[in-house]
């Protein structure tokens, strides 16, 4: 209440201009019935919304009234705090609150309704200005209309968007195609752009971002001492707690978390400005619908999965932390959330360090899912822009265009090539470390939970831990290694694709000589590497099983 309230005293004179602006917004029916009903349709649709909310608003505010009434439990609609427990006080703030609920539903309507209301308005303008510039033709003959049409379809896109696009530099250029190519250019949908919102909030919630807050940025330094405080008293707890294997899991259980936490706050702060360039790198790749719907309508099918997957992960990561944090409050055997040493076993000590891995959980969510979550959508884009790359090289013919034509296009193909090879050594840097320390985490906590597994003597619960355990390392190893094998897939099908140009039959020997050479560049294997050492490809995952099985086989064979 006092939120919305505020803002609408605040912002008054916007409130006003907002209203005001939705005069000058073009009719639904102005590209026929079909589309006028259809736009209709989802206005109702809102309308019957906004009804319901100040249908269930009034509801709620009548029993929440006189509900003091009739149930005698209840002192006042809502509970606070009365002066002295005094009956006329009561009464009056009684009352008080009857007029603040009854006020609330105007300015209920009139905060939540025109946000709604707006929004859809909008909706059906910007499906008004798709068909404004589906209704431009540049045929010959028609350079005059179709100038007039896109100046004014521009300026009223300008409009919507409220100086989004420059219209001074677009009423002064000359050339119909430039003006064309801005509009697209603003107009288009840049879908590998849009998969890095997530990322890019937790980037800068996290603090390490460019555009963090100062508090968030200083927070994030403090806490990033504090972990390595909080791993030397995880180690040190080795020395206090080895008796037996269940011990040892456990101890590893925390050790691990630990070090995957240390390594990507370390890497993200030492790399922070390399992670920027690659950010900036990633706002140059082209737009899916660069070679028609059907290209694009696949490519978004396959990055809708990557951050479908993505979500997962944070919504699991969320899960997690709480359970976590939450588990030694129902679970008396457990005293803290992940097990470390208390200094003196005290008490206070134990309140302490509870609190503060608690904040450390919570901090881990946001820079996990940028840094897991780059990695996830940058390989997702990386194998999209490839696929474009090769449809770009199809579209060269030799037999139809002319030799200048071809020359810019092959130019322009193999600039973009080089370019995604750029980006993708620049990922290669920013994660190898983390690759290899993944690698090597994975194997050996796979080891311990399939020793705890195959151990007779494990009860049920540990059994469910230790597989539970595995399918979670197991599933990190194979994000990583398929996410660098479809990169790596695609690289190699674009040999295919250049070989299969019909170049031979080019007169030019200039554009000859360069298939050539661009050939002989793209041979070299793209390949991820972890520190240099480590190939990630979907073999991987089988190696790591193998490895893992084997020495857990033998530990058991020891053990008894």
Request: net charge positive; hydrophobic share 50%; glycine share 4%.
């Amino acid at each position: 209440m006092v939120l919305r309230k505020t803002m609408l005293i605040k912002n008054s004179s916007l409130y006003e201009e907002i209203l005001e602006l939705q005069f000058y917004f073009w009719k639904y029916g102005l590209f026929g019935e079909t589309t006028g009903s259809k736009l209709r349709k989802s206005m109702k649709t809102c309308v019957s919304v906004l009804k319901f909310i100040v249908i269930n608003g009034s509801m709620s505010v009548t029993l929440h009234s006189i509900s003091p009434l009739l149930v005698k439990s209840l002192v006042l609609p809502q509970s606070c705090w009365i002066p002295g427990n005094n009956p006329v006080a009561k009464n009056v703030i009684h009352i008080f609150l009857v007029i603040m609920y009854v006020e609330c539903l105007n300015y209920l309507v009139v905060f939540d309704g025109l946000y709604l209301l707006t929004a859809t308005n909008l909706k059906a303008q910007f499906i008004l200005l798709q068909k404004a510039a589906d209704s431009i033709k540049l045929t010959r003959g028609e350079e005059e209309l179709s100038w007039m049409k896109l100046k004014k379809f521009s300026q009223y896109h300008a409009f919507i968007l409220r100086g989004d696009v420059p219209i001074i530099i677009l009423i002064k250029s000359k050339t119909l195609y430039k003006l064309l190519v801005l509009l697209l250019h603003k107009m288009s949908f840049n879908e590998s752009e849009d998969n890095l919102k997530l990322c890019l909030a937790c980037y800068n919630l996290s603090g390490l971002g460019p555009s963090s807050k100062l508090f968030l940025r200083l927070l994030s330094y403090i806490l990033y001492i504090l972990l390595w405080v909080f791993l030397i008293m995880v180690i040190i707890n080795i020395a206090f707690k080895h008796d037996n294997i269940w011990d040892i899991a456990e101890i590893f259980t925390s050790v691990s978390i630990t070090i995957t936490m240390v390594i990507r706050k370390t890497i993200m702060l030492k790399h922070s400005s390399s992670f920027e360039e690659l950010i900036e790198m990633h706002s140059q790749f082209w737009d899916y619908s660069l070679f028609g719907k059907t290209t694009e309508s696949k490519i978004r099918k396959s990055t809708g999965l990557y951050k479908f997957i993505l979500k997962c992960y944070v919504v699991c990561g969320v899960i997690s932390v709480s359970l976590r944090s939450l588990a030694p409050i129902f679970a008396k055997n457990l005293v803290l959330p992940q097990d470390c040493w208390i200094p003196g076993n005290s008490t206070i000590a134990r309140f302490i360090i509870y609190a503060f891995e608690t904040v450390l959980y919570a901090e881990g969510v946001s820079y996990y899912t940028f840094f897991d979550g780059l990695l996830l959508m940058i390989t997702a884009n990386l194998k999209a822009q490839f696929i474009l790359l090769q449809k770009a090289i199809q579209s060269i013919n030799f037999e139809t265009d002319s030799s200048e034509t071809a020359w810019v296009k092959l130019v322009k193909c193999c600039e973009h090539h080089k370019f995604l090879l750029s980006v993708l050594k620049k990922l290669n840097s920013l994660y190898s470390i983390f690759y290899l320390c993944t690698y090597i985490l994975v194997i050996t906590g796979v080891c311990v939970s399939l020793f705890i597994v195959f151990d007779k003597s494990s009860t049920f619960a540990q059994i469910v831990e230790g597989a539970i355990t595995v399918v979670i390392l197991n599933s990190m190893i194979f994000m990583i290694c398929i996410c660098s094998s479809e990169t790596e897939i695609q690289a190699e099908k674009l040999i295919t694709q250049i070989y299969d140009i019909n170049w031979y039959d080019s007169p030019n020997l200039k554009i000859r000589k360069f298939i050539l050479f661009w050939l002989m560049q793209a041979q070299v294997s793209v390949q991820i590497k972890g520190a240099g050492v480590l190939v990630l490809n979907r073999p991987l995952m089988l190696q790591v099983q193998r490895i893992s099985y084997s020495v857990s086989t033998l530990l058991t064979g020891l053990n008894e």
